[in-house]
């Protein structure tokens, strides 16, 4: 395996697949566990940051009459609800977890501890991270960027809808360029919405390399953490 300890990031909102219905699709959660497992079986020592947008969203707070701290806390929770119904679907595999959270609840996770976490990786768990960093105005990109960092994870993956970074919005402009390698002063130049500035910039100044990737292709996940081409590395 190219990479030995990687840090996946999932939007919310990918769980919510085509089902509008209901805020989690079970048919999502049944794909991601069976992708995430078959990257696990080959020894590579995972952690993951899942979003919160397919619940709440910190930003829709203004919209709601909401102040955007009291928001951003209660997109942390989201968050923590995505982490537990992903914590569960992995354990129904077979796989060992632990949940972490930024915020001190410990009836459902345990709190962030740094060398912890480490320990837990160490000991073949699948670590996740929930509740953002425990701070309002920091994304969960950022959560993923820190939480990568602290962990020293080799790489960072953001699965996404689409198969890499592009030039401009693959569903909207039929002329979109694919871009297959990108260091981080191009990106940067280029002002591509990879990630945001705070996250991005923790990566760049890290020298940790970050693959965007789409995670709804079946086998995608294994060939990211394998070093084969299926994404846009940016480092």
Do not use: W
């Not at 048919?27 to 992708?35: D, F, V």
């Not at 497992?37 to 899942?50: C, D, N, P, Q, T």
């Not at 345990?110 to 994304?139: D, Q, W």
């Not at 993956?157 to 039929?174: A, Q």
């Amino acid at each position: 395996m190219k990479y030995k300890r990687i840090l996946l990031k999932l939007s919310g909102e990918a769980l919510q697949g085509s089902n509008k219905e209901t805020h989690i699709d079970p048919a999502m959660l049944e794909q991601y566990s069976e992708e995430i497992k078959r990257v696990k079986e080959k020894g590579v020592e995972l952690a993951i940051v899942i979003g919160g947008g397919n619940i709440f969203r910190g930003g829709e707070a203004d919209v709601l009459g909401i102040d955007r701290v009291q928001g951003d806390y209660m997109g942390m929770l989201a968050t923590v609800i995505n982490a537990m119904a992903l914590q569960s679907a992995l354990e129904r595999h077979g796989l060992y977890t632990r949940l972490m959270s930024g915020i001190k609840m410990e009836q459902v996770c345990e709190p962030f501890i740094r060398r912890r976490a480490i320990r837990h990786l160490e000991k073949g768990r699948i670590v996740i991270f929930g509740a953002g960093i425990g701070n309002p105005y920091f994304t969960t990109d950022s959560t993923a960027s820190l939480r990568a960092i602290e962990i020293q994870a080799n790489v960072v993956l953001k699965g996404t809808r689409v198969d890499g970074v592009y030039s401009k919005d693959p569903e909207k402009f039929t002329d979109a360029v694919r871009y297959s390698k990108l260091s981080f002063q191009e990106a940067y130049e280029k002002n591509l919405n990879i990630m945001d500035m705070t996250a991005f910039t923790l990566c760049m100044e890290n020298k940790l390399p970050i693959i965007v990737f789409d995670m709804n292709k079946k086998g995608n996940l294994l060939k990211v953490a394998m070093g084969e081409e299926a994404g846009t590395l940016i480092s």
